[in-house]
Each structure stands twice: as C-alpha cells, then as structure tokens.
Nanobody, 120 residues
C-alpha cells in the first residue's frame, strides 16, 4: 500500500522560503503514469492545487503560484519537495501531498497534511 507523509517546519517567517518534503513508501515515484502533487487548504477556504511532478520528472505548476513555486524530487530517497518562496501570512495553510492518475487526485493516496503558519 502506497503511503505519503509530509514533513517540514510548522512555522515560517514572512519573506522566507517554505520547504516541505513528501516521503513515499510502498511504491516508487518513478512508476509510470503517476503524478505527485502538492495541495493546500488555507483556514476557512477550499483546497488549492499548487503543482505536481510527474513520474518522468516533468513539473507542472498552478499559474497563480508558478512564479514562487518549485517542485523537485530525490528518487534515491523516494521523496519529492515543495519550495514556496517569498511567503506571506496568506500562505498559512494545511499542506498536503497526494498522488494523481489521469489528471485526478486519487482518494486514499494523500498524506495526512501538515500545518504551516507564516508569522513573524
């Protein structure tokens, strides 16, 4: 069974870079056709897809976040990482990593989520 687990700091100062890592177990992030995604949910708001890295290593970003977002992977550790630069308090959210197939996020293949607060 594939499992995903987010890790990273829970508190980031404004203007700094937020960095979160998703560790995948039970399956390889290079397995054909799967896309490994980052999603966030600010308090009181809906889910926002941020971007993804494909099995091939190609990356895709939300247009609204593209200028501040980078996703990369370490295949030796079976991990993929989100970096979001120049954060503001509006970036406070629960951040999730998840697996997608055919353009759809798969139910049951999400991390538990990690709270990130942007505050000085």
């Amino acid at each position: 069974q594939v499992q995903l687990q987010e890790s990273g700091p829970g508190l980031v100062k404004p203007s700094q870079t937020l960095s979160l890592t998703c560790t995948v177990s039970g399956g390889s992030i290079t397995t054909n056709l799967y896309y490994w995604s980052w999603i966030r949910q600010p308090p009181g708001k809906g889910l926002e897809w941020m971007g993804a890295i494909a099995y091939s290593g190609s990356t895709y970003y939300s247009p609204s976040l593209k200028s501040r977002t980078s996703i990369f992977r370490d295949t030796s550790k079976n991990q993929f990482t989100l970096q979001l630069s120049s954060v503001t308090p509006e970036d406070t959210a629960v951040y999730y990593c998840a697996r997608a197939l055919g353009g759809y996020l798969q139910e049951g293949y999400w991390g538990q989520g990690t709270q990130v607060t942007v505050s000085s």
